[in-house]
């Protein structure tokens, strides 16, 4: 008998992305859908392996425990996902950036990314993700970096 082992469909990663950007919102970071050796970028920094990435979501967790976010659009070819995320939260747990930590502000947050997915073997590879950050932290009320 032969076992063909077909390569995921655009469909699949496609449901894989909207699955994983709920399960990130809620804090499921346990089946994050990453390959061991995975990269990923986005404006605080640049990730490698899925341990890292995983830590820089754990980042976002402390500091919005109680997010949801929502795919609003994607475009898929090959091994390619572009999604479009929202993602809506408070700011109620310290937000570590590269300037120092930021205390919980209690205000709410609503933060439209833009998220570049390439697969491999049905998990993520490669992804780069994109936000605006001074919109954010105008949404903290944070005008001026805090010092470290």
Do not use: C, L, R
């Given at each position: 008998m032969t076992l063909i082992q077909h390569e995921p469909t655009v469909a699949t990663n496609v449901a894989t992305i909207k699955q994983w950007v709920t399960a990130m919102a809620k804090g499921d970071l346990d089946h994050a859908p990453y390959q061991d050796d995975a990269e990923l970028s986005d404006p605080n920094g640049k990730y490698k392996g899925k341990a890292q990435i995983v830590e820089s979501f754990k980042t976002w967790q402390t500091a919005?425990?109680?997010?949801?976010?929502?795919?609003?659009?994607?475009i898929a070819l090959g091994d390619q996902v572009a999604s479009e995320v929202v993602y809506k939260a408070t700011h109620s747990g310290p937000l570590a950036t590269a300037s120092g930590s930021i205390s919980p502000t209690n205000k709410p947050i609503e933060l439209t990314l833009m998220i570049l997915s390439s697969f491999r073997d049905g998990l993520i590879q490669r992804e780069r993700a994109y936000f605006d950050r001074v919109g954010l932290m105008r949404q903290l009320g944070i005008?001026?970096?805090?010092?470290?």
């Open positions: 919005f425990p109680n997010g949801s976010a929502e795919v609003t659009n994607q005008t001026v970096p805090p010092k470290a």
